[in-house]
C-alpha cells in the first residue's frame, strides 16, 4: 500500500510548484493511475514520492518512508523514462549488474529475461533496442528484485496496442499476486479502462480521486445533465424512445432530481420532454473536469468503437437470448441504478459471445508470448478492452477491470501472465556487493578496454619517438614520459578510467531511482576506489612493460636495462598513477560529471605542482634534511624484511613535487565528498 501525503514541489522563481499538497492511496492489489495532461505534475510526484526530488510531504511503501528501508528496490521497482543503461551495454549485463547491486543472484537476470519475452535478444545493445523492447526490459529491471510495489511513468508512452495489452497483462497479473501498481498516464480512456482507481491531477493539485466506475461515468465520456420534478417518468420515456430506435442510450439517476444521459444530445433529450408534457428546470452538455479535450477524444473512441462493433453486431443477433439477458445482467451489476437501450443490451451479448469462442485460441497465443519477444499476451484485461471496444459510447460505464477480474472465473485468473519466480531466500547484507556491481559495471562495456589499449599505444610510439630524439632521463624514457607534457599517457588514461567510473553513474543513471540499491554511497566509493586502484597499477605495469620492450626491439638492450634505483623509481610511478585514478573518482563523484573529473586530474600538475614548487623552493629557515634517518630512529630500528626502505620510499614519494600536489588534491576531494555525502545523509 502506498500513501502519499501532502506532497509539494520547492517553488520555483515566479511561478507556483510544480505539485501542491499531492495526498492519495493505493492500495495493495489494485492498478491506480495518476491522470493529467502534459505539465500537470504526474512526473513530479513520482520523484517525490521516490525522494528524488526536493520538497514538503511524506510518502508510505506499506507504513515506511523509502529512506527507512533498508533495500528499498526490493520494495518499490520502478521505470522513469526510458532504461537508464548505458548504450553500449548488453541487455543481460545491464540485468546481471543490477542483480550484482541488489544482492539477488545471477540467475534471477535470465528469469526475467523470460517472463517479458527478451531471451533472443539478451546479447543485444541498449542502443539498440526498439520502444517496445525498451519497455520490457524496463519492466525486468522493475521485477528484478521481486517487489511489492511498482511504480511505472508512463509505461505504455509510445507502444504499439499489442504492446499495451501485455504490458496491461502483466500489470494485473503483478496485482492479482497481492502487489501494487502506480502509474501514470495522459489518456482517460487508458486509465478507465486499465486501473481499478484513477487520480486525476491539473496544475499540480488532485481534482478528483475516483474508482474507476465513477470516472468513467462521471469524468470520461460527455452526457446530457437534465433536472426535472418528474425525473423517472423522463428516464422511463427516453429508454423506452432508444429500445424502439435501436440506440445504445444509458440513463443515470443521480442525487435528487438529476439525471445524466449518455448517448444522446441536448435537442433529442429536450424534445422527448416537451411531446410528453413534462417540465424541464436544466439541460446542458456537460464532459465533466476533463475538458473538451476528453470529449474530443471520447467521441473519437465511439467513432472507433462504431466501426469495429458493426460486423461483430450482426453475428450478435443469432446468438441465444438468454445468453443476452445474462451479458446484460453482467453489465448492470455492481453499478449505480440505470436504465439502457437495446444497443447496450446487444452489444453486452456481443461480448460475451465473442470472449467465449476466442478463449481457446487465446489462451494458446498467451503461453507462447512468454519466449517469444514480439507476441501479443492476451490477457483477461486484454480481452475486456477488446470487449469494450464492441460496445458505442456506454461502454466504458460497465463493471471496472478490477471488478470484472474479481467476477472472471479463477480459469481466467490462472491464464494471466507469468510473473519471475519468487526470491525465496534473502541474502545477508555483504560488504562484497558494491564491489560485485562495480567490477560487472566496469567490465560490462568497452570504454575501459579500448582506453587502455590507446594508453599502451601512445606511449610505446612516445618512448620510441623520445628515445630517436634523445635527452630524455632514462625514466621518463620508460614511461613515454614527455617532458613538456604535465603528465604521461599512463596517468591521464588512470584518471579518465577514474572519472568515467562515477561519470557514467550521473550520466547513465540505472541506480538514480533504486537510491539505497548499494547499502551505502561510501561503500560504493570505496568499491570504486579499490577497482580503479587496481586497474591503475595494470595499466602502470602495462605500459613499462611494453615501452621497455618497444625500446628493446627498436634500439637493442643499451635502451632497456633497468636503473639502479627502480624501487623508488617503481613506487613514485605507482604513487603517480594510482594517484591520478583517485583524483578522477573523487572529482567526478563530487561534481558529477566525467569532464570534470578528468579536468580535476589535469589541474593538479597544471595548478597545483608550481603552487607545492614555490613552497617548497621558496626561502626557509630550516629544511628536512636528515628526514628519513629521523623517521628510521623514530620508529623500530631495525623492520623485519627491510620496511624501512618502503617507508623512506613513501616519504620520499610525498616529497615530490607532484607526489605532494596529488596528496593535497586527494585530500582536498575526498573531505569535499565525504562533506556532500553525510550533509545529504543529515538533511
Not at 420534478?229 to 435528487?256: F, N, Q
Not at 472507433?304 to 453486431?313: G, K, L, S, T, Y
Request: include cysteine.
Amino acid at each position: 500500500m502506498i500513501q502519499a501525503i501532502g506532497l509539494t514541489s520547492d517553488p520555483r522563481k515566479d511561478l507556483p510548484p510544480a505539485v501542491d499538497d499531492v495526498s492519495f492511496e493505493a492500495r495493495a492489489g489494485r492498478v491506480t493511475a495518476l491522470l493529467g495532461g502534459p505539465g500537470a505534475g504526474k512526473t513530479t510526484v513520482l520523484r517525490l514520492m521516490l525522494e528524488l526530488q526536493r520538497g514538503r510531504g511524506v510518502t508510505y511503501f506499506r507504513g515506511r518512508p523509502l529512506h527507512r528501508i533498508a533495500h528499498p528496490s526490493r520494495e518499490v521497482g520502478v521505470l522513469l523514462g526510458d532504461v537508464p543503461g548505458h548504450p553500449a551495454r548488453t541487455v543481460r549485463g545491464h540485468l546481471r549488474m543490477l542483480c550484482a547491486a541488489a544482492g539477488v543472484p545471477a540467475r534471477r537476470a535470465d528469469e526475467v529475461l523470460e517472463v517479458v519475452g527478451l531471451v533472443s535478444l539478451r546479447d543485444e545493445r541498449l542502443s539498440t533496442l526498439s520502444r517496445g523492447m525498451d519497455r520490457r526490459l524496463g519492466l525486468a529491471c522493475a521485477l528484478l528484485t521481486d517487489p511489492h510495489t511498482l511504480v511505472l511513468d508512463d509505461p505504455t508512452s509510445g507502444l504499439s496496442t499489442r504492446e499495451k495489452r501485455w504490458m496491461h497483462g502483466m500489470l494485473r497479473a503483478h496485482v492479482a499476486h497481492g502487489g501494487t501498481v502506480l502509474l501514470t498516464t495522459p489518456d482517460p480512456k487508458e486509465a478507465a479502462r486499465t486501473a481499478d482507481q484513477v487520480v486525476t491531477l491539473e496544475r499540480g493539485r488532485v481534482v478528483a480521486d475516483q474508482e474507476a466506475a465513477d470516472f468513467a461515468r462521471t469524468r470520461l465520456r460527455p452526457r446530457v445533465a437534465v433536472r426535472t420534478p418528474h425525473a423517472p417518468r423522463l428516464a422511463t420515456l427516453l429508454t423506452k424512445e432508444a429500445r424502439a430506435t435501436h440506440r445504445s442510450v444509458e440513463v443515470v439517476r443521480e442525487s435528487g432530481n438529476r439525471l445524466s444521459v449518455y448517448g444522446s444530445t441536448c435537442a433529442d433529450v429536450g424534445e422527448t420532454a416537451f411531446r410528453n408534457g413534462i417540465p424541464v428546470h436544466q439541460l446542458a452538455d456537460e464532459v465533466g473536469d476533463m475538458g473538451p479535450r476528453a470529449s474530443t477524444t471520447a467521441d473519437r473512441s465511439a467513432d472507433e468503437a462504431r466501426a469495429d462493433v458493426a460486423p461483430q453486431r450482426k453475428a450478435a443477433v443469432s446468438r441465444p437470448e438468454g445468453s443476452r439477458e445474462q451479458a446484460a445482467t453482467r453489465a448492470r451489476s455492481g453499478g449505480p441504478t440505470r436504465t439502457t437501450g437495446t444497443g447496450t443490451a446487444t452489444s453486452s451479448a456481443t461480448e460475451s459471445a465473442t470472449s467465449s469462442t476466442a478463449s481457446a485460441p487465446v489462451r494458446k497465443r498467451r503461453q507462447r508470448s512468454a519466449t517469444a519477444p514480439g507476441t501479443e499476451a492476451r490477457t483477461p484485461q486484454a480481452r475486456s478492452g477488446d470487449r469494450q471496444r464492441t460496445e458505442p459510447e456506454a461502454e466504458t460505464s460497465d463493471t471496472t477491470p478490477r471488478r470484472r477480474a474479481a467476477e472472471a472465473p479463477s480459469a481466467e485468473l490462472d491464464a494471466l501472465p507469468e510473473l519471475p519466480p519468487p526470491i525465496s531466500v534473502r541474502p545477508a547484507p555483504s560488504p562484497l556487493r558494491p564491489l560485485r556491481y562495480e567490477l560487472r559495471r566496469a567490465a560490462g562495456v568497452g570504454t575501459g578496454f579500448v582506453t587502455c589499449g590507446a594508453v599502451l599505444l601512445v606511449s610505446a610510439v612516445t618512448a620510441v619517438l623520445l628515445a630517436r630524439v634523445g635527452h630524455t632521463p632514462r625514466p621518463r624514457l620508460m614511461a613515454g614520459w614527455p617532458q613538456q607534457l604535465p603528465l604521461p599517457p599512463a596517468a591521464l588514461g588512470a584518471g579518465l578510467l577514474g572519472a568515467l567510473a562515477f561519470g557514467d553513474e550521473f550520466r547513465h543513471p540505472a541506480l538514480a531511482a533504486d537510491r539505497g540499491t548499494v547499502p551505502r554511497r561510501l561503500g560504493l566509493l570505496a568499491a570504486k576506489l579499490l577497482v580503479t586502484t587496481a586497474t591503475a597499477l595494470l595499466l602502470a605495469v602495462l605500459t613499462l612493460g611494453c615501452d621497455i620492450e618497444m625500446l628493446y626491439l627498436v634500439y637493442g638492450r643499451e635502451l632497456a636495462e633497468v636503473p639502479s634505483d627502480w624501487l623508488s623509481l617503481t613506487a613514485s610511478w605507482f604513487g603517480l598513477v594510482v594517484g591520478c585514478a583517485w583524483a578522477g573518482v573523487l572529482a567526478a563523484g563530487l561534481f558529477r560529471s566525467t569532464t570534470a573529473g578528468l579536468a580535476a586530474v589535469v589541474a593538479v600538475p597544471v595548478a597545483v605542482v608550481p603552487v607545492v614548487h614555490k613552497i617548497v623552493e621558496g626561502p626557509s629557515v630550516r629544511t628536512a634534511a636528515g628526514f628519513p634517518l629521523r623517521i628510521r630512529e623514530l620508529l623500530l630500528n631495525q623492520w623485519p624484511f627491510g620496511g624501512e626502505r618502503y617507508v623512506e620510499a613513501a616519504a620520499r614519494l610525498i616529497a615530490q613535487p607532484v607526489g605532494g600536489a596529488l596528496t593535497l588534491s586527494l585530500a582536498a576531494l575526498l573531505g569535499a565528498f565525504l562533506f556532500t555525502t553525510l550533509r545529504g545523509k543529515v538533511r
